[in-house]
C-alpha cells in the first residue's frame, strides 16, 4: 500500500500520538510563517507587522499547548512525521512567492491558512473512525477557528482609520516601485527604441516579412536586455524597490510588448494588394496609441499632467521615428 502511495500515510492511518506531533510540527510552520509576514513587511506596514506578529504569538502559545498535553500522554520523544509525510494534508505555499504579492495577498493568505487548517481537521475528524483520533482533529479544529476569530479581533483593534491610510499609501508606493516603474520603463524603450530599426527597415526593404523580423529581433533582444539591466540595477534592499527578478520581468516582459505592437501588423501577407502601405499606416496607428497608453500611465501614477507627458513622450517618439524614417529612405 505504501509502495502506492510514495511510503505516505492516509489519516486515518495515523496515531494519535502522530497526529498531535504533525499538529505540533504544523503549529510551529505557521508561527515562523507568520514571523517572516512581520518581518516582511516591518517598517512600511507597522499595524500590519503588529498584526503578524501577535498572530504568530498565539501560533508559539498554541504549539506550546499542544507539546505540554502530548507530553502529558506520550512523553518526550516526538516522532518525525512532517506535512509531507501524509497525504491530502495541507499544504502552505513558498513564503518566498507570497511576500512577493503584495500585503493584501498576505493577509488574505493568513486568514487562507486558518480556514484550511480548520476545514481539514473538521474533515479529518468525520472520516475517522479512531473515536481517540476523531476527538483530537474536532479539538483541533476548535483551536484553528479560535485563531480565525483571535486574528479578527486583533486586527479590529490594530487598524484605525491613520492606519489603513498609511498602509494604502505604502501599498501604492510599493505597487508603483516594484511593477509600475520598471514595466512603464520597459514599455517607453521597447515602443520608441525599436521604432528606428523597423521603420528604416520598412522603408530601405519595402517587403512586411522582412520588416517583421526586424521588428521582432529588436523587440526581443531589446526585452532581454531591459530585463537584465532592471533586474541587475539594484537588489531593492536600500531603494525599497522589491524583488529585482521580479522587477526585470515586468520590465523585459513590458519591453518585448511595447516593440512587437507595432510590429505584428508588418505580418500582412506580402502577396496582399497594398500589402505594404497597409502594414505601414497600421504601424504608425498602433505607435500613435502606444505613445497614448505611456502618456495616461504617467499621468496615473507618476503625478504628470496628462499634456505634459504626452508632449513629451509624442517628442521623444517623433525623433526616433524621424531618424528611423532618414535612415531608410537613404
Known amino acids: 500500500m505504501f509502495a502506492q502511495t510514495g511510503g505516505r500515510?492516509?489519516?486515518?492511518?495515523?496515531?494519535?500520538?502522530?497526529?498531535?506531533?504533525?499538529?505540533?510540527?504544523?503549529?510551529?510552520?505557521?508561527?515562523?510563517?507568520?514571523?517572516?509576514?512581520?518581518?516582511?513587511?516591518?517598517?512600511?506596514?507597522?499595524?500590519?507587522?503588529?498584526?503578524?506578529?501577535?498572530?504568530?504569538?498565539?501560533?508559539?502559545?498554541?504549539?506550546?499547548?499542544?507539546y505540554n498535553l502530548y507530553r502529558q500522554r506520550f512523553g518526550e520523544h516526538l516522532p518525525p512525521i512532517r506535512r509531507e509525510d501524509v497525504r491530502d494534508f495541507l499544504r502552505r505555499r513558498p513564503i518566498w512567492w507570497t511576500l512577493n504579492l503584495g500585503i493584501d495577498h498576505i493577509r488574505r493568505e493568513a486568514v487562507l491558512m486558518e480556514e484550511q487548517a480548520a476545514a481539514f481537521y473538521e474533515r479529518a475528524a468525520a472520516q475517522t473512525a479512531d473515536l481517540t483520533v476523531r476527538q483530537l482533529f474536532t479539538e483541533l479544529a476548535e483551536a484553528e477557528r479560535g485563531h480565525e476569530r483571535r486574528a479578527e479581533s486583533i486586527a479590529g483593534t490594530l487598524f484605525d482609520d491613520d492606519a489603513l491610510q498609511g498602509e494604502r499609501r505604502a501599498q501604492q508606493r510599493r505597487f508603483v516601485l516594484q511593477y509600475v516603474q520598471p514595466g512603464l520603463a520597459g514599455l517607453m524603450d521597447g515602443s520608441v527604441s525599436t521604432l528606428a530599426p523597423l521603420f528604416a527597415a520598412a522603408l530601405a526593404t519595402q517587403s512586411n516579412w522582412e520588416t517583421f523580423l526586424v521588428g521582432l529581433a529588436a523587440s526581443v533582444g531589446a526585452g532581454i536586455s531591459m530585463g537584465f539591466a532592471e533586474a541587475l540595477s539594484d537588489d531593492g534592499s536600500i531603494t525599497g524597490r522589491g524583488e529585482p527578478w521580479i522587477r526585470g520581468v515586468v520590465s523585459g516582459v513590458m519591453t518585448a510588448i511595447g516593440g512587437l505592437g507595432h510590429t505584428l501588423p508588418f505580418l500582412v501577407p506580402d502577396a496582399w494588394p497594398n500589402a505594404f502601405h497597409i502594414a505601414l499606416f497600421a504601424a504608425i496607428a498602433v505607435v500613435v496609441v502606444e505613445l497614448g497608453v505611456i502618456a495616461w500611465i504617467r499621468a496615473r501614477y507618476m503625478d504628470t499632467p496628462f499634456l505634459r507627458a504626452a508632449f513629451q513622450v509624442v517628442v521623444g517618439g517623433f525623433l526616433v521615428f524621424l531618424s528611423g524614417i532618414i535612415i531608410g529612405s537613404a
Open 9 to 66: 500515510k492516509s489519516l486515518a492511518q495515523l496515531t494519535p500520538r502522530e497526529v498531535l506531533a504533525l499538529a505540533i510540527a504544523s503549529e510551529e510552520e505557521d508561527a515562523r510563517i507568520y514571523q517572516a509576514f512581520a518581518e516582511h513587511l516591518a517598517g512600511e506596514f507597522p499595524a500590519s507587522t503588529r498584526l503578524f506578529e501577535t498572530m504568530a504569538g498565539e501560533e508559539r502559545g498554541h504549539r506550546t499547548a499542544l
